[in-house]
């Protein structure tokens, strides 16, 4: 079995340190949540991970969920942990107390879901829409169904889902057939099928909440008809008691690749009874505040699950034996972690991560701000900088995952490709993320097409990039990488303008371009995360020496030899489009 | 299930064009080896390959290997087409006629090779290291032995293993502790575990061949002091006929990521009896003489698995419709091989496809001139380009296979995830082929070190790429390209300038090098035969038009959208290595 302890000293650098952005300072709020409150939440939060959740994701992947006659089966020992889980109210950690929830802000709630991905993915599904759900209730529904909804799933007796592919569509919403026709009482009846829907049945909560996509007869054709609805599983009185089965059904769960301990459902919707969330036709717009904050989160799994490969790949480097490193003197076979490139390898992975975190952590307080900020301004300016992040967030915090669980089987050689060590499994699972809550492809023409080419949010992330380095003199190294990234930022730049230059004429330019954009503002955004951290090191060497100077080494190596990769995504993006145009692939 | 078609056209526009190897063409035994015959020859595996063997693959992975009672099951079918396939005479194409081989040259054998691993890599896998067993008898045994073994593992009644790994050594061999006391009769008992051995026991043949490293008691230590010996599964009478068991039992076999039909074992040694192959302490040598053709092999399965991977992916992208191109004029959903991102996914398989069977296409015809040719200085050059390339194939083609084949999953979304597709398997299958037969980061490491740095190989190969393409200027286009090319060759040059500096006194920077050196000669290589073959279209492109001018235009996606990926290998690796090698992983 794979081995996990949650990185609750680097949640705490960043916790202690990287709170720079003094709109959230502001926030009333999280002011009484100190440093001693987060430490001891995380502590507790590691305690659950590594112990109870831990041990779930190799027995999912070893008995996956089951289907049979209509009911879904999680693995075993998944409804015992969940129990404990939800008792100790870990589902309520961000949710306002106004419903049972904790109050807890997104910088904090955020290392919780990182310990969660890396613990088990698929247990940490069973809870992951619920909060999705709630967000699209909170922010959507009428206060009654607020109230009669909103404290079981905070409470976590009640899950949610998200249900918005059908066979024909998954990108392309616009495409949705289930139907939804209004009942005498303001209620719905919605007729269809939904397929890869997670966590869609299983028995682990009293109900499940689903909130679905569906047209209205006589809606506009598109995404502008588009509604959505709230069906429980089973129905709910009046006193919010579970009673009769509503017309949901499971017709049967996905064998899959990883994550086998989630199931992944089709369901039936045959005249469910569902109520209305929002306006009618706006349904679209509902689900995507429910969409954007998984996007992060779906980013978050990738670095977890990263946390734990790079964790166990480490480890097996400190006991495996092979061969003689270059400066070998006793003549006796060494420790792999003596050998340059098992080291970069390493490396590779411990930068890219340590560098997400950082990256995520002011994600998060941009998060906390839009939602909580008393300014609207300042609310709106968070929220164009949340909203230019999130794709970069979701696709490229998956994509690394995917090159550092590969890289984690490399490691591990012929044992990494073996079952029982569970490491193939850390790819198996994380190969969802660039896929599922919208592909990484769609999250990077996301990125270009609506917020640098439509909105102009990119110029003001430079901007704060710029203003935040400008002073970064006081010591030759961090001067010496301040000016790397410059280097950087201005070839983004240069990768923006021409991206502006290629929208009237070129469109197809721009659509071959976005992923390498993506990946090129991620790499910068990362340098950024790389940068701050690096000037609270030296502010700081003097106290925790060991730990502050490896974290400025750490960054050394993610200037000189990650940072590379940019320039062959923009000259590769730049070449343009007209052979890939031209291509008739016979 | 996946489909596959052989991709006949291209190795027929390969075998009719590109055989440039002056050389190869004076080998008086390929001299009858006709355009005609090879044509045959590759439908008839065309047909095999894709009516028997490709629906073996998703068997395989839904009804893995079985181990029970000391007894291997292979997958359902498996026995009957693998009865089929030594029958039509499969296992002896490139095989010597005085053994009763076909006598075909590597070429051919390779496209052989190609469409196999295309079909299914584990039903492959059963047949394929009896080659690598032949040409290890073939080259090191004696007589008797040969005349007893090898006819009947050419017919493929009899397979062959290669038998290294330890628990407590893959790549460093040094390592081995299975022992071998030499008996009175001359033969030795063989006593020891080793582990991953593929196809190390099955049901397919009457008797399997196991060529096992083991020391002789009193050798040398390390390397140094290594022995071969075939060891086989029943023992031979003196007539040939298949007699008594003999020491040798399996233990166990791996449950694994993929390759699930064919059976990785652990076998037990227990005084079996074997017989020295070479001569005592030389084993290593003569294992390497199966190693190495093996690796080249292990290179064109990563080719094959991503021909199909690329082959599912374009099929899908021609039913799969999914949002609107940029150029959409109706309104209507587009097939998604109408967007630009999607095309760039493609384009970049293809490319990468194409110019990989190309080179392996021209490292054939090296190892048919290293093996045939009458004159021993042009056998050994030859042979000194095999030595060069043969790391750079194995590693480089099975990483692009990791490549394309998550591409592929990609390009499928959800369904890709799924594992009734059988996309998510090609990952799944191709992720053991930069493990085995040495990793890839030992690859490098024997590129850079034995043929980079000892042999100065490179200084040749780059003589006869900057030969080739010094009078490429007839046409606009392929002046351009070449002039790319000249850009990158001075690159690894530059490079390789850069290791010959730190050979003194900073081998780790030249350790933590390696990977990207490699991928830098890789791409390289594969522009010079993108180039080759650009210029044969131009030469040609009245005859085919279609297909010349999809050529040309896929050599240009190669050079402007792939070969940028050269630099960043190239800056972050001579960005050296103090940060990684200063690194205490805290």
């Not at 995917?402 to 073996?418: C, H, K, L, R």
């Not at 970064?472 to 950087?488: A, G, P, T």
């Amino acid at each position: 079995m794979t081995i996990y302890n949650a990185p609750v000293e680097d949640m705490m650098f960043l916790f202690d340190n990287l709170k720079d952005n003094k709109n959230y300072k502001e926030i009333d709020k999280f002011k009484e949540i100190s440093s001693d409150l987060v430490k001891d939440v995380l502590d507790q939060a590691a305690k659950i991970n590594q112990e109870i959740v831990h041990p779930l994701a190799k027995i999912g992947d070893d008995s996956p969920c089951v289907y049979e006659n209509g009911i879904v089966r999680s693995p075993p020992g998944y409804k015992e942990a969940y129990k404990k889980f939800i008792t100790d109210g870990w589902t309520s950690l961000s949710c306002d107390p106004k419903y049972g929830g904790q109050g807890m802000p997104k910088t904090v709630s955020t290392f919780f879901e990182e310990m969660l991905s890396s613990a088990s993915l698929s247990f940490k599904l069973y809870s992951e829409l619920s909060i999705g759900a709630y967000n699209c209730i909170l922010h959507h529904a009428d206060d009654k169904i607020k109230d009669k909804f909103l404290p079981k799933i905070v409470e976590g007796k009640w899950s949610g889902t998200m249900c918005l592919t059908e066979s024909q569509c998954g990108t392309d919403l616009g495409l949705i057939k289930t139907k939804a026709i209004k009942n005498s009482d303001g209620s719905f009846s919605l007729t269809g099928q939904k397929i890869f829907i997670t966590s869609g049945d299983h028995d682990l909560t009293e109900n499940i909440i689903h909130l679905v996509l569906a047209k209205i007869p006589g809606a506009p054709a598109g995404t502008k008809g588009i509604s959505l609805f709230l069906v429980p599983k089973f129905n709910v009185d009046e006193s919010g008691a579970v009673g009769s089965r509503n017309g949901v059904s499971t017709l049967s769960i996905e064998s899959k690749m990883g994550i086998k301990g989630s199931p992944t459902c089709v369901l039936n919707f045959d005249n469910a009874k569902g109520f209305l969330i929002g306006k009618e036709n706006k349904g679209l717009s509902s689900m995507f505040t429910m969409m954007n904050l998984e996007r992060i989160i779906v980013g978050i799994q990738g670095l977890g699950i990263a946390e734990t490969a790079y964790q166990n790949s480490l480890a097996y480097t400190r006991e495996r034996k092979q061969g003689k490193s270059n400066d070998n003197k006793n003549g006796e076979t060494d420790l792999i972690i003596k050998h340059a490139d098992i080291r970069r390898s390493l490396m590779n992975m411990k930068s890219i991560i340590e560098g997400q975190r950082s990256l995520a952590f002011w994600l998060s307080q941009q998060v906390d701000v839009s939602l909580n900020h008393s300014n609207e301004n300042v609310r709106k300016e968070a929220d164009e900088m949340v909203s230019l992040m999130t794709p970069v967030v979701k696709s490229f915090f998956s994509d690394m995952g995917m090159e550092i669980t590969n890289e984690a089987i490399q490691i591990f050689g012929g044992y990494g490709y073996t079952r029982d060590q569970g490491i193939e499994q850390l790819y198996r699972d994380n190969r969802i993320t660039p896929i599922y809550e919208g592909t990484n492809s769609v999250q990077a023409i996301d990125l270009v097409f609506r917020k640098v080419l439509t909105n102009r949010t990119l110029e003001k992330f430079v901007s704060l990039l710029q203003n935040e380095i400008k002073n970064y003199n006081d010591k030759v190294e961090l001067k010496r990488l301040s000016n790397i990234l410059k280097e950087k930022i201005k070839l983004l730049l240069d990768f923006s303008r021409w991206l502006d230059d290629k929208l009237k004429n070129q469109k197809d330019d721009i659509s071959a371009a976005c992923n390498d954009f993506l990946k090129v503002l991620g790499y910068v955004a990362l340098g950024y995360s790389w940068l701050k951290m690096t000037k609270v090191s030296f502010d700081n060497s003097s106290k925790n020496k060991n730990f502050y100077e490896e974290k400025i080494n750490t960054a050394k190596y993610f200037f000189d030899k990650i940072l590379p990769r940019i320039d062959s995504h923009y000259h590769s993006a730049i070449a343009g489009s007209e052979s890939l145009m031209k291509a008739k692939f016979n």
